[in-house]
């Protein structure tokens, strides 16, 4: 099993900053990549940006060139940097972490969430 806790949302004006942070703790070592997902109300949930063991990094379009990825290895943490917030980016935002199964889909973990609020 792997446990992921977040931490770092709250409430911001637009053009602001949040850096949101993920503690991953347990199997971690199976885990190939890692990331954050954001929803809001009656929409799915939707991939921001994931870094891979190998250091590979995908963004978001609606993110990309505000919003950075990055991790601590050392210290089983996952880091999302946002600048320039703006109000679409009201959402609760999600860890996650996936482990190969072997299979065409794998095993997702979740953290509990953290809202980022951002005001106009």
């Known amino acids: 099993q792997v446990q992921l806790v977040e931490s770092g949302g709250g409430l911001v004006q637009a053009g602001g900053s949040l850096r949101l942070s993920c503690a991953a703790s347990?199997?971690?070592?199976?885990?190939?990549?890692m990331g954050w997902y954001r929803q809001v109300p009656g929409k799915q949930r939707e991939l921001v940006a994931a870094?891979?063991?190998?250091?590979?990094?995908n963004v978001a379009d609606s993110v990309k060139g505000r919003f950075t990825i990055s991790r601590d290895v050392a210290k089983k943490m996952v880091y999302l940097q946002m600048n320039s917030l703006k109000p679409e980016d009201t959402a609760v935002y999600y860890c996650?972490?996936?482990?190969?199964?072997?299979?065409?889909?794998?095993?997702?973990?979740w953290g509990q969430g953290t809202q980022v609020t951002v005001s106009s």
């Open positions: 996650n972490a996936k482990r190969p199964t072997g299979g065409t889909v794998p095993r997702n973990y």
């Open positions: 347990g199997s971690i070592l199976s885990i190939n990549e």
């Open positions: 870094i891979t063991s190998g250091g590979t990094t």
